[in-house]
């Protein structure tokens, strides 16, 4: 058993992973190799924005997760690898990341090094936890819904939910009543005096975690992509609202008994 935390720089590991129920926070970072730095013009607090800042700490809901602390502005590791490294501004949301207008090829062959190596070694953990039986890996995510602007009203809440459950490529079949039993417990959860608003498939449907999960692991492996709404954080000044991001932490723990549950039942 591995227990505390193993890092190779890249990726780190805590928790034992000896549990059938993990976490990855793959868009937490923020961090920038001293090359890739160089080259970007991007200003520090659009990056910043566009990242997920603490999603790690949500993570944290879960004992065993692998954390990067690498920001997706040099490797966006929930990308298929053709489409990781955010060449021109039309991979990115329009930004204007580079100093020549586009990312050499030899820092781009750095970058996608970079993804190759957090796969390898994802995958060596999963190898281990799917030999014992079927698992959950909870990916965790923020989204903007202010995108009009810091004094500007927020995008309506029919089509942006606190919470919004990937599930896109899940076996439904082999894992419904997991997802079912998962949404009704984390709905009804209360963060900042209401209950959280969870929905399926509404913004995101997962994408290269959650592909990653279901393909090498298939009827064993279930990815649930959550994607929770940066309502514990203004995403314009990145100021944390530290109690709701506590209760937001709390919240996710209280499914953890319940997906080990349904897995049981699995097993």
């Known amino acids: ?125 999963l190898d281990a936890v799917a030999a014992r039986g079927p698992f959950v890996l909870l990916d965790v995510h923020s989204y903007n819904h202010r995108r009009d602007g810091a004094d500007a009203d927020p995008e309506p809440a029919e089509d942006n939910p606190v919470v919004n459950v990937g599930t896109g490529t899940l076996d439904s079949d082999r894992f419904g009543r997991l997802l079912d039993d998962f949404v009704e417990t984390l709905s009804k959860q209360h963060v900042g005096g209401e209950p959280l608003d969870v929905r399926e498939n509404v913004k995101f449907r997962g994408r290269a975690v959650s592909w990653f999960v279901h393909d090498r692991y298939p009827g064993v492996g279930c990815c649930l992509a959550l994607e929770f709404k940066k309502t514990f954080m203004d995403e314009w000044t990145a100021e944390v609202d530290h109690d709701r991001l506590a209760e937001t932490v709390r919240a996710l723990g209280a499914t953890v008994p319940v997906l080990e549950q349904a897995l049981a039942r699995l097993r």
């Not at 090359?35 to 566009?50: F, G, K, P, T």
């Not at 990242?51 to 879960?62: G, K, L, N, S």
């Not at 991979?91 to 820092?107: E, K, P, Q, R």
């Open 1 to 125: 058993m591995t227990t505390g935390r193993e890092t190779s720089g890249l990726v780190a590991f805590t928790g034992g992973w000896d549990t059938q129920v993990v976490a990855t926070s793959v868009h937490a970072g923020h961090d920038l190799r001293p090359d890739i730095a160089a080259a970007m013009v991007l200003d520090e607090d659009v990056r910043l924005r566009e990242e997920d800042p603490h999603t790690d700490v949500i993570a944290a809901a879960v004992d065993s997760r692998a954390l990067t602390a690498r920001s997706r502005f040099e490797v966006d590791l929930n990308r298929p690898r053709e489409e990781a490294v955010y060449r021109e501004p039309d991979d990115c949301w329009g930004l204007d990341v580079w100093a020549d207008g586009t990312l050499s090829d030899d820092l781009t062959a750095g970058s996608l090094a970079v993804y190759d190596e957090f796969y390898a070694r994802l995958g060596e953990r």
